[in-house]
């Protein structure tokens, strides 16, 4: 059973500030992974889709990496601006697991003007 | 058109009443899902339609029963609900195994 795990649960920092969220799967077997963000009481909007065949993927400020032999996946935030304040989520889908998507936990971000 | 619709945004009902949430997109994507999300928790996949075909989680009870009137509307009906249903329900959509599209849910509190 793929189980995703997201570190930190929370985190605070300065504005400006570079930050790295973390993402790891138990089961390599992935048909690709996908970065939410998710402001409180709202939808998910999705930031970046990674396929299983990809490394990376970029979009602004945002930039996504996969090492699926490892099983992580890393979605780095460069300036951050308190605008980015919201939570982070990751979730995977497997290559058997037709249109389930597995989820992490969600790192809960907060960007300090 | 690039967005899922979700109505209502907000509802408030009670446990002998029967509702439906709606769910509208255009983007010609051919599958449809719902979501159930508790507090501080990730989403929970309950129905998906992909091609017209229903596949069910088969943890959801059956006080919850979706219809698909047609490939860009996805409805869920609700009957008999328990407090514990309250919840954020969310739709979303994407071409299947493609990058899913969710809309901005409809927060149901059942009194």
């Known amino acids: 059973k793929q189980e995703v795990t997201q570190i930190p649960a929370a985190l605070s920092v300065p504005e400006g500030e570079n930050l790295v969220l973390n993402c790891s799967f138990t089961?390599?077997?992935?048909?690709?992974l996908q970065w939410f963000r998710q402001d409180p009481g709202k939808g998910l909007t999705s930031l970046l889709l990674?396929?299983?065949?990809?490394r990376e993927q970029t979009s602004g400020r945002l930039n996504a990496s996969l090492d699926k032999s490892s099983g992580r996946s890393t979605l780095y935030i460069a300036a951050s601006q308190p605008g980015d304040s919201a939570t982070y989520l990751c979730?995977?889908?497997?290559?058997?697991?037709?249109?389930?998507?597995?989820f992490g936990e969600g790192t809960q971000l907060t960007v300090n003007p | 058109d690039t967005e899922v619709t979700q109505t209502p945004k907000h509802l408030v009902m009670g446990m002998t009443n029967k509702k439906s949430l709606k769910c509208e997109q255009h983007?010609?994507?051919?599958?449809m899902y719902w979501y159930k999300q508790k507090a501080k928790k990730p989403p929970e996949l309950m129905f998906v339609?992909?091609?017209?075909?229903?596949?069910i989680n088969e943890s959801v009870p059956s006080r919850f029963s979706p219809e698909c009137p047609n490939s860009s509307l996805l409805n869920l009906h609700l009957h008999a609900l328990q407090p514990e249903d309250s919840a954020l329900y969310l739709c979303?959509?994407?071409?299947?195994?493609?990058?899913?599209?969710f809309g901005s849910g409809t927060r149901l509190t059942v009194v």
């Open positions: 983007m010609g994507h051919r599958a």
């Open positions: 990674i396929q299983s065949s990809q």
């Open positions: 089961d390599s077997a992935i048909y690709n």
């Open positions: 979730a995977v889908r497997g290559e058997t697991s037709g249109s389930r998507l597995t």
């Open positions: 979303a959509s994407s071409q299947p195994r493609d990058r899913r599209t």
């Open positions: 339609y992909s091609y017209e075909k229903l596949s």
